[in-house]
């Protein structure tokens, strides 16, 4: 049963208080430019999935949402520092319907302004602590889960970039790759937000499950919508991905299905930045006759599933239906 | 007096201890490529300045070197987190005598290993605190320092890049940029080693400036021997400081005395890429006549002295000295 306020009320809601937190830990000084690409992407927008996890987490366990909020932020901050850094990367131009921060500053200040927030996190962290007094042990737990998603998130990028100059990318490298790229990050906002919250080390697993599973589901989609999204909702070009030669579940299904000659076009195409929108929506018409589309969206839906048994054995509460709202949504979303 | 061993020797020493355990932090796993830019620099070399400070801080106060070890790695990977940023931010080619990471393994994987390095360095702080298990307090003032310091080398850095558009740059904005930059780290270093030794906030608030004024002095030698060091001994290119378009201490003066005729000289080669080493020769010796180069190494030995003053209240012990030898070398260093 879902609650009276929609998801996405519920979400605007957390991301009030958590806006406001990182405001606070952004403020401008100098060098302005700095602390301006630094703030770039936040306000922009995004859907402050994170917190609202973690914030939710930590209600479920029986702690106290408002007094998480710092590591909420946190978590946030954690996000859009990997943002500003991928965007690089990639060299994408555009993300939330803005330009990324390195067309609008430069690579060096991009780089510079994802260091920075990457040492915020840090900040936010301290900060609860100072305010919270937690036990030694939990604090160190809570810093290991930031940290530990850190680096899987390092590593999630680094298989992203090598595997599209692979052929031979299987389901099994895909699902490393998103796994440590995407899942990683939400497995530690649950566990923190359980752990702030005073739970016990089996609802801190069970919670950190749930969420890498909604991880999986989340990426899934966004390879989907990547492919066949509306533009403008999107807030990138649509086929970017494609162009990018990234190796999502749509292209890792299709080159293990796909009869030569499709194979062929697929893989002359694939990678290619000039692609017109013509190209780009003659190979997603094979992609989808291949069942390469409706394949991901059924995996995805399978990882909701699992998402859901994870949250089996908490007592039913608001918390926990936001929770299975938030999965809902991850694949109901349109952008 | 000095001690019987040498300083070069003494900071061998200690790096060995540092350096085993950032081999074990970093011990190669997949994706193999982010893990092997990860350690290419540390591997190629380095003086281990900022641990050695660190342990001979924690001595000072009558903490135990070898427990320190942790927070010694955690600096030591945050400085080459910095370098290896840094060198994609000015594009420069060779460090320690050997290409820069992003010259080997490309940007996308240059900017990840900088960023799986900034994680580690939590890590080892995190392990630091799990083996010790000190007061909260502590803890949480020693993160406390790292990220401050890794705030500050944003900020520093982002100014130096700023500085290259300008032509006002003063003394004063030099000296703000060099704090941010490098002695920043050193003073966190220092107040982290005394920490970590118990000991008390005059102790570390003293070792702290100490480590300030030495790290001034540092940057302020530096800019002198990347104008006038011989190359192999430097690591990289003489003049690419000038090259680059960098406002050292040497240019912000001679900028400030120098003729109208010979300031037209010094601008119009500054920051030119593509100037032969003849030409870097010229202008070098138009600085010469100025005394600007001179002039910031008389600025090097006042730190010096600042530096030496602000460790007159220590009893006179083994790691004292050893901090004392430390400034020396910083000055006497020929690279």
Chains 1, 2 share one sequence.
Not at 75 to 88: A, G, K, Q, R, S
Not at 168 to 180: A, C, N, P, S
Not at 190 to 208: C, D, H, K, P, S
Not at 262 to 290: D, Q
Request: glycine share 8%; hydrophobic share 40%; aromatic share 6%.
């Amino acid at each position: 049963m879902s609650s009276a306020k929609s998801i996405t009320e519920k979400l605007r809601e957390s991301a009030r208080l958590v806006d406001e937190y990182m405001d606070q830990v952004l403020r401008v000084r100098r060098p302005e430019a700095l602390y301006r690409a630094a703030r770039h992407l936040i306000e922009a927008g995004g859907k402050r999935l994170r917190p609202f996890l973690l914030l939710k987490a930590c209600s479920l366990v029986g702690g106290e949402q408002r007094e998480a909020v710092p590591l909420a932020a946190a978590i946030e901050l954690l996000h859009n520092f990997t943002l500003i850094h991928d965007d690089v990367m990639d060299n994408d131009d555009f993300r939330r319907n803005v330009p990324t921060v390195h067309r609008l500053w430069g690579v060096p200040i991009a780089i510079a302004s994802g260091d920075l927030l990457f040492a915020k996190v840090y900040e936010a962290v301290g900060r609860w602590a100072e305010e919270r007094r937690p036990p030694l042990e939990r604090a160190l737990a809570i810093m290991e889960k930031v940290t530990r998603a850190s680096i899987e998130i390092c590593e999630g990028q680094v298989l992203d970039i090598s595997f599209a100059s692979l052929k031979g990318v299987t389901e099994e490298d895909y699902f490393r790759m998103i796994g440590g790229k995407t899942a990683a990050l939400l497995r530690s906002s649950a566990e923190i937000g359980a752990i702030a919250g005073g739970g016990g080390g089996e609802e801190v697993r069970r919670l950190g499950e749930f969420a890498y599973n909604a991880g999986l589901a989340f990426q899934l989609v966004d390879d989907y919508l990547g492919a066949t999204a509306d533009e403008k909702v999107l807030g990138k070009p649509v086929g970017s991905d494609f162009r990018e030669g990234k190796k999502t579940l749509i292209i890792v299904h299709a080159l293990a299905h796909a009869p030569p000659e499709e194979k062929k076009r697929i893989l002359s195409a694939l990678g290619n930045p000039r692609l017109s929108r013509e190209e780009v929506k003659e190979v997603t018409e094979i992609l989808e006759a291949l069942g390469s589309l409706s394949y991901t969206l059924e995996r995805a839906r399978e990882y909701v599933e699992k998402a859901k048994d994870n949250l089996r054995g908490f007592p039913d509460c608001e918390a926990k239906r936001d929770l299975l709202d938030l999965v809902e949504f991850f694949i109901s979303r349109k952008y």
